[in-house]
């Protein structure tokens, strides 16, 4: 009988765990946080830069990791009841997978932690750790954001920040109408996205935003932010202003025309796009002004 070396079975039980951590760090949302930095990358004037790689490395698997996996940690009750969790819109974690998790998180972020704190500029480094103390703070206690009305939306806006220590890393100005439009796109999409698990939430007596608004009044909070992110937007660049208004108030109308957690998950997968849509937009545009000597 054939018996399977130890060696071979840590290797199988490696490659398990690192394909499970993959799968909790959301691939398909990594889009938000890669895509402001290598937009934050072209906004300094270049198309491509080898010392903007190791930030980019850190945004795609790790960063996810520590958004997500914490989120999972700490939201293993709420994730057990909520129908979405355990698809490609999120996973539902067993109660042996928190250590890994942590584990994981830790190996894969601290080695990242040590080069910038060695080799960036302070204050790249210091928006960094706001950064990710947002999105700790997020989801872990005793900060939890995401209990907090109006706080968990707010919070969000972190996502623009790789537009702001993108640049500062390089030692270049961040261009500050496109990272402000993008934290109050961020925080408008947040609110957005949560009214589907409004039912959800409220069962299990967390209060979101959207579960203090209600679905209709998502529809003002979301588009007073929208208003503002196209307001900046359009300070940068007109036809990604108006490719963002077009597609927000679309989403914002078929929302106002049926204010329910269900219309909220039939947009959800357009609101997925909406960053993919609006981000090749902005990077065509973008590339093609530095390829063409436009810019800056």
């Known amino acids: 009988m054939y018996v399977i070396p130890a060696s071979s079975r840590r290797a199988v039980y490696i490659c398990r765990v690192i394909a499970r951590l993959l799968q909790i760090s959301r691939p398909v949302l990594w889009i938000n946080t890669v895509g402001p930095a290598m937009v934050g990358m072209w906004l300094t004037g270049d198309l491509w830069r080898w010392a903007a790689l190791p930030v980019l490395l850190w945004l795609t698997l790790p960063f996810n990791l520590l958004i997500y996996g914490t989120n999972d940690v700490f939201d293993q009750e709420t994730d057990a009841k909520n129908p979405r969790k355990g698809t490609l819109e999120g996973a539902r974690i067993l109660p042996d ?45 005793p900060l939890r954001f995401k209990a907090r009305p109006y706080l968990d939306s707010l919070s969000n806006a972190a996502y623009a920040f790789p537009l702001v220590f993108v640049p500062l890393s390089l030692a270049a100005p961040p261009v500050w109408p496109a990272a402000l439009g993008l934290m109050s796109w961020s925080a408008a999409k947040h609110t957005f996205d949560a009214v589907q698990d409004i039912a959800e939430d409220r069962r299990v007596g967390i209060e979101t935003t959207a579960v203090r608004l209600g679905a209709r009044g998502v529809v003002l909070w979301s588009g007073l932010f929208w208003a503002l992110a196209t307001i900046a937007f359009a300070l940068v660049s007109l036809p990604v202003a108006l490719v963002n208004a077009a597609f927000a108030g679309a989403l914002l109308y078929l929302l106002h025309r049926k204010p329910t957690p269900p219309t909220g998950r039939r947009l959800y997968p357009f609101s997925i796009a909406f960053p993919y849509v609006a981000g090749t937009v902005a990077g065509v545009q973008l590339v093609a002004a530095v390829s063409l000597g436009m810019y800056p």
């Open 97 to 141: 997978e928190a250590r890994p998790i942590v584990v994981g998180i830790v190996l894969t972020n601290l080695p990242f932690a040590a080069y910038f704190v060695a080799f960036l500029p302070l204050g790249a480094v210091l928006w960094m750790l706001l950064y990710a103390g947002l999105f700790v703070g997020y989801s872990a206690p």
